[in-house]
């Protein structure tokens, strides 16, 4: 089995800044993709920011700027560095991964539990 654990979410000012982690554990052959989503009260699930094996990186328009994505490949870990936060940020964030749980397996698609993110103006 796989497991995503989020961690970093809490309450913040606006104009502030706050480091989400993502850590992948269990059976891992190779991890494809990282994302983080955000679903705010009332509203979608949202991708904030992509980043693949290569280091390619992906951003919503909103956020371009002022979040970057990046990704430790040794320990299976992505990271969502947020700044310049805005009340309108304030949502739960997601980690979701693509995993290969072995070499010729698919790329089965894993969501972690969320995280709470509260923006104050």
């Known amino acids: 089995q796989v497991q995503l654990v989020e961690s970093g979410g809490g309450l913040v000012q606006a104009g502030g800044s706050l480091r989400l982690s993502c850590a992948a554990s269990?059976?891992?052959?190779?991890?494809?993709?990282m994302y983080w989503f955000r679903q705010a009260p009332g509203k979608q699930r949202d991708l904030v920011a992509g980043i693949i094996r290569d280091g390619s990186t992906n951003y919503a328009d909103s956020v371009k700027g002022r979040f970057t994505i990046s990704r430790d490949n040794a320990k299976n870990t992505v990271y969502l560095q947020m700044n310049g936060l805005r009340p309108e940020d304030t949502a739960v964030y997601y980690c979701?991964?693509?995993?290969?749980?072995?070499?010729?397996?698919?790329?089965?698609?894993?969501w972690g539990q969320g995280t709470q993110v509260t923006v104050s103006s």
């Open positions: 979701n991964a693509l995993i290969q749980r072995r070499r010729f397996g698919p790329s089965e698609n894993y």
């Open positions: 269990g059976t891992i052959f190779s991890i494809n993709a």
